[in-house]
C-alpha cells in the first residue's frame, strides 16, 4: 500500500489514493440514492407497493425550486447570454428548499389520494401497474410543461473544491453528505420515538389490526408518502445545486438506482435504505476506477446477486409463508 | 398429433393467403401495423405464459427479445466491426447466406433466448412477486449494458443492414404457432399445473407438483417465443441496437397484458393489437389538437384510470368466445 | 398418413420459404406534388429521449418553410410540409417513415438526427424510391443504406479525426483523455476516430471513460481522468452533458491549462450559461459560427430569434440547411420526378448553406470543412477551419 502511495507520479495520484478518492465520490452519490430510496423503502414497508412514480417525485423537487428562482430572478437567460444573476441569498437557499419540500409533500399525498387509494384492495400488479402509469403520466406531462431541454439550475453555493486531507470532494458533495446524513437520522428517530412514527410501524406491521387498534390508516399511510416526497424533494434539490441542470427525465434512472438501493438493503427498513444506498454509491465508484464501462452494470449485478443470497435484502425481516 | 399437423398446415396457408393478399390490396402502411401487431401478440402471450398462468411476474421480456434479435442478425447479417486499435473495418459475410437461412437463424436465436430463459430462472426460483420482477428487470438491463459494450455487433452503434425477411408470412405463421401452442399448453397438464403454481404455490407443491422445474420450462417457454419475437422485429425494423430493448418495452407487453386481463390468452391477443394500434391512431389526433407529446399522456392515463375502475384488464381471466360475446350482448343470458 | 403429412409439411414450408421472403420492388418515380403544392416530409423525435435535438431541427426546419413560401415556395408550387413525430423510438422511426411513403407518398423526405433512427427509417424510403436525406445523422453506415439515401453534416470519422489533428498539430497536445457516453453512437463514433487519429499522429491517449446516458454526476470518470494527468480532455458528448462535465471537471481542481475540446454537439444557446463559465478557452468543432459576420448566417440567427427567441443551435442551422439543399435539388432536378431529385441531389455541387458551403460526395456524404471555434466570454471565436483532405 505504502508503495503504492509512494509511486505516484508528479501531480498525479497512485492508485490507493485514487480508490480513497472514489470511495469518497461513492458516499457521496450514495448519500442521494439512499435519500431517494427512502421514499420507496417506506412506501413498500406500508403498502407493498413499488411506487414507480417516485422518480419523478424527485424530478419535480428540482422543478419546485427551479421557478420559484426563475421568478426571483436568479436562473440565466439563453435569450441573452451575457446577463449575469444576482448570487442567491441564503434565506433564499432555505426557502427553495422549503417551497420543494411543501410542493412535494402535497404531490405525493394527491398521488395517493387518487391514484392508489381506490385500489387498496385490489391485486398488487394493479397497484403497481398503475404507479407506472403515474410514472409515464409525470414524466410525459413533465415534457410537455417543462419542454424537454435541460434547464440550468441557479447557483446555490459557488462550487469549490475542499481538501480533506487524503480525499479532496466538491462543498457541495459534503453539504449532501451531511444533509442527508441529518435527514436520515432525523427520520429513523421520527419514525422510531414518535406517536405517529409509532402508527407508521403498526400499518407495515399490520393494518387492519392497526385500524382495530384505533390508529387512522389514512391518515398515516398520507403521512408516509409525504415524508417520502420530502425527502425525495431535498435530494432533487441538492442533487441540482451538485450538478446544477435539470430535465423532465432526471428521475428515470436515479428512481431506478434508488429503488435498487431500496432493495439492496432491505426494502421496508430504513436503515437498510440508507445502508443500500451507500453500498450502491461505493460499490459503483470504486469498480469505476478499473472500468467505467462496466460500472453501470455493477448496481444490477450486485442486486441479483444479493437477492440471490438474501432474496429478503441486507437488513430486510424475512417473512415466512404460513399455511 | 394429427390435430396439431392441421392446425399447423391451416395456420400456414391462411398466413400465406393473408399476405399475399396484405402485398396485393393493402397498402404498406397498414401492412406495417398489422406485422407489428404480430409480433406484440407473439410478445403478449409467450409473456401470458409466465405471468398469467404461472404467476411469475417477469419484467425481463425486452432483455430476451435483445438476445434473440442479436443472436438471429448475427448469423443473416453482413457485420461491419470497426477495429477501435487498428481502425481497419473488418467485413464478415452472413453466416446463413441468402433467404433461406432466416428461420434457422430465427430459431437459433429462440433457443439462444430460451437458454438465457434456463440461466434467469433457476437461481431466481427463490424469488417471489415483487422481488422476481427486480431481478428479471436487472437481468434486462444487465443484457444491455453488455450489448452497448460488444464491439463485434457494434456496441452502441448497433447493427444496421438486417436483410428484408420478415415478411408477413413468416411473422403470422410464428404468430400463429406460439398462439396455438399456447391454447394446447393452457389445456395440457402442464398448463394446470402452472395455474395451480400461481393460484397456491405451497399447496401446489404438497398436491406433488414440481414447481421449480415447471417455474423454469414456463421461463422458458416464454423466453423462446420473446427471442423469436426480437429477431422478428429486428428483421423488420432492419437494424436493431441495445436501446430498442430497454426495460420500456418490457413494461409494454406487460401493460399489453394487463390491459387484456392477465391470464386469459384472447386478453393477451386483444391488448397487443390495442396498444400497437391505439398509439398509431392517435399520432393523428396529436397533430391535430397540435399538442406534441400528448400522445403518451393520454396513453399513461388510460392506464391509470383503466386500473383504478376495471383492475382485472378487458377480459378479467375469461376468454372471448361467442358464448361470452353473447352473453355481454344486451339481452343476452346472463 | 402421418409420414405424407410430415413430407406435405415439409416440403410447403420449403415452397413457402422461397416465395414467403419476396422483396417487394422498387416503385421509381412518382412526383409528390399536385397543382399547386409539393409535398415534403419531415420526421424527428419531438417527445422522448432526444426530444431536444428533434424540437431543434423541425424549428430550423419550419423556418426555412416559412421563408421558402413566403417567397414563393419551389418553382412557383408552395411546400405541403408533413411532420411526424419519431418518438425517440426506431419502430416509431420505421412506421412514421411508411406513412410518409405510402400514405402522404411525399417528393423527398428529411430526418432523423439520431443515426439509429434513420437507419430504421432508410430501408423503406429506399424500397420506395423516395430520397431522404438526414440533416444530422454522422454514423457512416446511414448512406450506406441505399443510393437515395444522403446526408448533409460530417461523419464521425472526419470529425473525429479532425478534433485529434487540431488538438495535436494546433495545440500541441500530447496526452488526451476520452470521457464517452457508452449508450450514444454519436459519441461513442466520436470518440473512437478521435482516439485511432490521435494515436496515429503519434500522441498517447491515458484515459477512455464512459458513462450511461442519463448520468449527471461523473466524480468516478473525472477521479480517473485526473489521476493520468491529460493535457487535453476530448468530450464527444451533447451540451447538455458538456455543460455538466465541465463544471465538475473545473471543480475537481484540474486546471485552465488542460482545455476541453468536442464536436458539434456543443452547439446551443444553452451551452454558456449552463456550464457557468468552465467552458472558458476549450474548443469545438462545429459546421458554422454564430458569430459568422456574413449576411446569410446573421440572416438566418435573426430569423431564429425572432421567431423562437432563442439563439439556434446546430441542429436547427442543419434543419435549416436541409430544406434549401432539397429545394435547390429540386430546381436542378428541372421537375418534381424522385428520380430526378435524387440524381440532382447525388450531382450537388458547392451549396452555400448557413453551415458552410458544401458539396454531395460519391458516398452520398457532404464534404464540408469543419469550423474549430474557441470559447471566449459568451462568444464562440473561430480559430481555425480544417478541410477533408487535411486529415487524409
New interface residues.
Partial sequence: MLELLATAEPGGTSLAQALLQQVANGIAKGSVYALIAVGYTMVYGVLQLINFAHGEVYMLGAYFSYYPAKWMGYTTDPEDPTFVPAKVPLYVVGFLFVCSMACCAFLGMLIERFAYRPLRNSSRLAALITAIGVSLLLQNGGIMLFKADPRGFPTLIEQSSVDLGLVALTNTKIIIVVVAAVMMTGLHLFVQKTRPGAAMRACSFDMRTARLMGVNVDGTIGLTFAIGSIMAAVAGVLVAMDQPTIDPLMGLMAGLKAFVAAVLGGIGSIPGAALGGLLLGVTESVVGTFSTTYAEAVAFVLLILVLLVKPSGLLGKSGREKV | ??RT?LL??VG??LA?GV?WFL?EFI???VV??IN?CGIAIILAVSLNVINGLCGQ?SLGHAGFMAIGAYVSAYFTTTL?V?N????ETVVRAPLFDG??G??PALLIGGMAAAAAGLVVGV??L??????L???TL??G??VI??L??FESVG????L??LP??A?S??IL?FAWICVVSSVFLQRSTFGRALVAIRENE?AAEVMGIRVARLKVMAFIYGAFFAGLAGGL?GH?????????FG?MKS?EV??ML?LGG?GSLTGAIVGAIVLTVL??AL?DV??QAK???????V???V??LL??FR??GIFGQRELSLKLLRRLLPGGRK | MRKALILAIALSVLFFTAIGCKDKGNEAGGSGATEDTVKLGLYVSTTGKIATFGTDTKNGVDLAVEEINKAGGIKGKTIDLRFYDAASKAEEAGNVATKLATQDKVLVAMGEVASGLSLAAAPVFEQNGIPMVSPSSTNPTVTQQGKNIFRICFLDDFQGSACAVFAYKELGKRKAAIIRNQDDPYSTGLADYFRLKFKALGGEIVADESYKEGTKEFASQITNVKAKTPDIIFLPCYYNDVALLSQQIRGQGIGDDVPMLGGDGWESANLIPNSKGALEGSYFGNHYSPEDPSEHVQAFVKGYKAKYNTAPSSLAALGYDVVYVVKKAIEEAGEFDRAKVRDALAALKDFKGVTGTFSIDEHRDARKPISILKIQGDKFLPVKQIQPQDVK
Fill in positions: 398429433m394429427h399437423l399447423l398446415v400456414v396457408s400465406f399476405d402485398g397498402e404498406e402502411y406495417r401495423i407489428l411476474f461491419r470497426l477501435t486499435e487498428t481502425g433467404a433461406w432466416f428461420v437461481p431466481t427463490r424469488l417471489k412477486g415483487d422481488y420482477a427486480i431481478a436487472g437481468f438491463e444487465i449494458i453488455m452497448t459494450n456496441a452502441a452503434r448497433g444496421p443492414g428484408n425477411y415478411s408470412f413468416w405463421t405451497l422485429l423488420l425494423l432492419r437494424t436493431i441496437s441495445p436501446s430498442t426495460f413494461i406487460v401493460v394487463v392477465l398509439p398509431e399520432r396529436e397533430q399538442l406534441p407529446g400528448i400522445r403518451m399522456v396513453y399513461a392515463l392506464l391509470i386500473m383504478i383492475p382485472q
